[in-house]
């Protein structure tokens, strides 16, 4: 895999708040002698959440009603959801355990059970998106379908001036067409953002196992133990697609995708007109961030500002770096966005109305 890189005009290392925000970052985990990886607390929420997965899944293969497998369905779907949010979201960046080798199995199986090639999924977050947020061009995370327009900086097309309705229709069916679709059009498309992939790097035989995997967790194994008939398998399986794909689908776009968030492009030789920190702060967006319950259950997803300042800091630490970074923000007059999820979906959906006017 190649990588292409841009530069970024103004030098981070030369920006006050920059230095400030680390200063203070490090200053709180020499303080209190804590490690940048998980915690315990963490381990335990990781195990429960396996523990009522395989609950769930025994509910979906041994219930004979339909609501009482829905609900099994759901549970099963939600418990890995949250593993791969939270666990699986921290091992990626190789700050759950923080011994690599630990973090890559745990993070390659999580999202092995959701069905997505782990390992396409991580070069797109990690050397395409974090490092470009909301660029043009570069982040791949803007590529995702032609019938969205993310971006003032996309192309437009007539359809777009309807995005903002046909929007949450379309996200209900999001991870679905990801792991059917979408991963197939990866295996035949080189370039992703700022991403160059070469023939080697698609490993057919890997990616077929995925699949093969996940439909055999997820919908053989449950028509051919359950006592319900296949076709209320497969109902309850979009069911539970529609429902959490839906969630997560919002939740991702939130963080970047709303009318507060600010959009870029490259220049003349690759040349970004801002600083690192500038793009990261300005193109992203918290939601209840002091809140441990959405804490727990979007993994540092809700603190979106502090992951991308800090993506190899486990996300339990994010709330009191999201302090510290809110401080310093204010302190330097510069915006420092944070809404509520309900409002957050607002923005999006206007988001998408105001760049479907340009259609």
């Known amino acids: 895999m190649h990588v292409e890189k841009a530069k970024y005009t103004k030098r981070v290392e030369n920006d006050e708040t920059y230095s400030e925000i680390r200063f203070l970052a490090n200053s709180y985990f020499q303080k209190y002698n804590l490690r940048k990886t998980g915690s315990t607390s963490l381990y335990v929420r990781g195990i429960i959440l396996f523990i009522l997965s395989l609950t769930s899944y025994w509910i979906l293969l041994n219930s004979s009603q339909f609501v009482i497998a829905q609900a099994g369905y759901l549970s099963f779907g939600l418990c890995l959801l949250i593993l791969g949010m939270t666990l699986g979201h921290d091992a990626a960046h190789h700050c759950l355990t923080g011994k690599l080798r630990w973090d890559n199995k745990i993070f390659q199986t999580i999202f092995i059970l959701q069905g997505l090639n782990p390992s396409w999924w991580k070069r797109k977050h990690n050397n395409s998106h974090h490092p470009y947020p909301n660029v043009s061009d570069l982040d791949s995370d803007l590529e995702i379908t032609s019938l969205l327009r993310l971006s003032p900086f996309q192309k437009s097309r007539g359809i777009h001036k309807f995005q903002h309705l046909y929007a949450p229709f379309l996200y209900i069916f999001s991870s679905l067409i990801w792991i059917v679709i979408y991963d197939f059009k990866l295996l035949f498309k080189t370039k992703h953002g700022n991403l160059i992939l070469r023939k080697n790097d698609s490993n057919v035989y890997t990616f077929a196992i995925i699949k093969i995997v996940y439909f055999a967790i997820y919908l053989a194994i449950p028509m051919h133990f359950s006592s319900l008939p296949a ?68 993994g540092g997803f809700n603190t979106h500002v502090a992951h991308h300042l800090f993506p190899s800091v486990s996300h339990v630490h994010y709330p009191v770096l999201t302090q510290i970074i809110k401080s310093v923000l204010q302190e330097k007059e510069t915006k420092y966005h944070a809404i509520t999820f309900a409002g957050g979906i607002c923005a999006h959906l206007k988001h998408l109305k105001n760049l479907g006017r340009a259609a």
């Open 231 to 298: 076709f209320e398998i497969a109902t309850g399986f979009l069911i539970m697609h529609g429902i959490l794909s839906l969630f997560v689908t919002f939740t991702f776009f939130i963080s970047h995708h709303v009318t507060y968030t600010h959009y870029t492009h490259c220049g003349h030789q690759q040349n970004i007109n801002t600083s690192w920190l500038e793009q990261q702060i300005a193109s992203t967006v918290d939601f209840h961030p002091q809140s441990k319950l959405f804490n727990c259950i979007f």
